[in-house]
């Protein structure tokens, strides 16, 4: 049975006609005697709608929406598990939501607390030394870490010599954005037959020009790679620094961690990991930790602590700036304080566990069907490849869709043909990790040529998605 099926097809608001003599409540002072001539807009054509056509007008428009909130979601390498609703209520606590940021200190004690306390509760998850809360997503957490780099290397005079930040092939395609946009040149190396990074590609890759490797862990392909600490090693050996993109971390939060592995710069999802779903282009947050030897590089301010009182320290010398306006997405730092409180030490592992768990039955259970290629064993996520089956994966997405549940990530790690990249969460049950598997299997008894008529039971029908993305139109009329 399907969760929602809003198959009708919304107008715009303008050219919805209410039918009903509505009338605004008139103004006694006319809006063009209170603004100046010049900031005056005309001909703004705004609908002249009746309150319930409007109310109803977003209602549809919200029914037509997939959500955390509706059901299962589990869009591989996005983490869109159900966010506990105790988390929002406290960012929209008044004190928190009007708070301005160039208040005086004195007056929001109270929010310096979080983000301090916060930082404290990520140094020791992560077992690092020293954090920033700014970068405002992960590729922007990423992109500082680089930066972070880059400022460490011109500072032992090496910046000119290392000009290379190897990425494994199975990275998420901001590591290298990241690397390149920071000005370094980006080493490929691959995968090994078991989906962890060729050591000796990694070997051979590693030089006098290497500046950093960085890589996700346990991987986009949901597996965790066991030669960490040797990798560590030889990346030391070759004087580079070791990255870790952390956009993974639910896979590991309470069981192993960054510091543990011989990480030097780490960047978090805290969108992902620590409450607010991602995706859909919602505001995110980046913190960036770092070892002790990194700590004078990272962004200004950071909130400290003297006496109990907290302030703003600005006294980074080797920094690289600031990064965000301010202090970074202060409304998710509450949302992932909030989070972490709630859960506890106990909690955070607990769900660790039912993340890995979830992804390794859905494995088990869909490897009857679709090929898992490297070790069954997963993480947080499985990768499956529809190519065997005869059947494409986008294909597959879409009847999945129909079915009023929302499609896995496809075609993405770019290493595995035709497939499906699946992170359940551990806000699934076991009926809606059997109901998933049993739409994907029924799937695969739809006939080919039907199966590419799909989407059929919603608003919108298939898509010419390469023109969506090449000719982008961000106005619809
Ligand atoms: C492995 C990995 N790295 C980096 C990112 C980038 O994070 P963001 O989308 O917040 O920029 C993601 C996002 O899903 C990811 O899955």
Redesign the pocket.
């Known amino acids: 049975m399907a969760y929602h099926q809003a198959t009708y097809d919304e107008p715009l608001i303008k050219n919805i006609r209410s039918g009903t003599d509505y009338k605004v409540p008139a103004v006694e002072e006319r809006v063009e005697d209170l603004i100046p001539p010049s900031l005056l807009r005309h001909d703004l054509d705004l609908p002249d709608v009746a309150e319930f056509d409007v109310v109803r007008h977003f209602t549809r428009l919200s029914q037509m929406n997939f959500s955390v909130d509706i059901g299962t979601y589990p869009l591989g ?3 869109m598990k159900f966010n506990p609703k105790f988390a929002d209520s406290i960012s929209q606590i008044d004190g928190f939501r009007e708070t301005h940021p160039l208040q005086a200190e004195d007056s929001i004690q109270g929010s310096f607390r979080i983000m301090y306390e916060l930082q404290e509760y990520l140094k020791e998850i992560s077992d690092m030394d020293a954090i920033t809360l700014q970068p405002l ?6 992109f500082t870490g680089i930066l972070i780099v880059r400022k460490y290397l011109e500072d032992i005079g090496e910046l000119g010599k290392r000009t290379e930040v190897i990425i494994p092939d199975s ?2 395609g ?2 290298p954005a990241s690397a390149a946009m920071a000005g370094f040149d980006v080493v490929e190396i691959p995968s090994d037959s078991n989906g962890m990074v060729d050591l000796q590609a990694l070997e051979s890759a590693l030089s006098d020009r290497t500046a950093a490797f960085m890589i ?1 862990n346990p991987n ?1 392909l949901g597996i965790f790679d066991r030669n960490i600490v040797k990798i560590s090693e030889m990346v030391h050996k070759a004087g580079a620094l070791l990255y870790y ?1 952390g ?2 971390f639910n896979a590991i939060v309470g069981i192993t961690s960054p510091g543990i592995m011989g990480f030097d710069i780490v960047h978090f ?1 805290l ?2 990991t620590f409450a607010t779903p ?1 995706g859909g282009g919602g505001p ?1 947050s ?1 913190p960036v930790a770092v070892k002790a030897f990194l700590r004078d590089y990272l962004p200004v301010p950071v909130v400290s602590m003297n006496n109990g009182k907290y302030y703003l320290d600005y006294s980074a010398p080797k920094t690289i700036g600031k990064v965000a306006s301010y202090y970074g997405a202060f409304n998710m730092l509450l949302r992932a304080w909030a989070y972490i409180r709630f859960h506890g030490s106990d909690g955070l592992l607990s769900n660790t566990q039912k993340a890995v768990l979830n992804a390794n039955y859905l494995s088990h259970r869909l490897s009857a069907s679709f090929t898992i290629p490297f070790s069954p064993l997963k993480k947080h996520e499985l990768v499956l490849s529809t190519e065997k089956t005869g059947k494409r994966a986008l294909d597959i997405g879409k009847y999945i869709i129909d079915q009023g549940v929302h499609a896995p990530t496809v075609y993405f790690p770019l290493i595995v043909h035709e497939d499906m990249m699946i992170e359940p969460t551990e806000s699934v049950s076991k009926d809606d990790l059997d109901r998933y598997a049993q739409i994907m299997e029924e799937a695969l008894k739809e006939d080919v040529e039907q199966l590419k008529k799909r989407p059929l039971n919603l608003s919108s029908r298939r898509i010419d998605e390469v023109k969506a993305a090449r000719d982008l139109k961000l106005k619809w009329d």
């Open positions: 390498s996005c983490t997503a992960g590729a922007q957490g990423e990275a998420h901001t590591n996700t986009t993109d956009a993974n999802n969108h992902k991602h995110g980046g």
